[in-house]
């Protein structure tokens, strides 16, 4: 079973404007992690929040993590066509080398 | 060097062959991971190498057979697969500090297609 899920599934956006994820777990963590993924290919490492941050930014990217709710959101400002990709929260467990990602969100930005 | 290469890129198989997938990594990662990819799925992990050492198998039919030479290679090797083991299949590393019991962030490569006919 998946430890995160997230919404919406699919997304498709104009380029310039925001694009906004979100992604809900099930058990406690001590971190979350994000990762992007191009067509058919490998996953790139985007950003990782630790328990005990709300709120991290790198670039254009800006993640929040509620650990009360159980929730993280990947907010992409002023996207590119080259942001089209498949974006996935991930969550490490069985002692941390274990990591399990959510289903990910499919993000289409139309030039 | 901040890269996992993966060989083949394609590979074309049937139920009767044996063959074999490589993933390299010179970062001085200590932690090493096989993952599944199905079309419009997440990576489903199959096997983690802790210092060498396979410390998680997630139940993976014996048709597949993981194996870590040394610190920076890990195989993956295949026999008398299905069609339905048709998948992209991704290579990944990260630090590992067994004491914290702390894994950071993952370092894909580009996968393997691989196609069983």
């Known amino acids: 079973s998946q430890q995160g899920e997230e919404d919406p599934q699919a997304l498709s956006i104009q380029e310039g404007e925001n694009a906004t994820m979100n992604c809900s777990y099930k058990?406690?963590?001590?971190?979350l992690q994000w990762y992007r993924q191009n067509s058919g290919r490998g996953l790139v490492h985007l950003i990782l929040?630790?328990?005990?941050?709300r709120e991290k930014h790198s670039g254009r990217l800006r993640v929040t993590l509620d650990t009360s709710k159980k929730s993280s959101s990947l907010l992409i400002t002023a996207s590119r066509a080259a942001d089209t990709a498949s974006y996935f929260c991930?969550?490490?467990?069985?002692?941390?080398?274990?990591?399990?990602f959510g289903g990910g969100t499919r993000v289409l930005v139309k030039p | 060097d901040t890269e996992v290469t993966q060989t083949p890129k394609h590979l074309v198989m049937g139920m009767t062959n044996k063959k074999s997938l490589k993933c390299e990594q010179h970062?001085?990662?200590?932690?090493m991971y096989w993952y599944k990819q199905k079309a419009k799925k997440p990576p489903e992990l199959m096997f983690v190498?802790?210092?060498?050492?396979?410390?998680i198998n997630e139940s993976v039919p014996s048709r597949f057979s993981p194996e870590c030479p040394n610190s920076s290679l890990l195989n993956l090797h295949l026999h008398a697969l299905q069609p339905e083991d048709s998948a992209l299949y991704l290579c990944?590393?990260?630090?590992?500090?067994?004491?914290?019991?702390?894994?950071?962030?993952?370092?894909f490569g580009p996968g393997t297609r691989l196609t069983v006919l």
């Open positions: 991930a969550t490490p467990t069985s002692g941390g080398n274990k990591l399990t």
């Open positions: 970062m001085g990662h200590r932690a």
């Open positions: 990944a590393s990260s630090q590992a500090d067994l004491l914290a019991l702390s894994y950071n962030e993952q370092f």
């Open positions: 058990t406690s963590i001590n971190n």
């Open positions: 190498y802790s210092y060498e050492k396979l410390s």
């Open positions: 929040i630790r328990s005990n941050e």
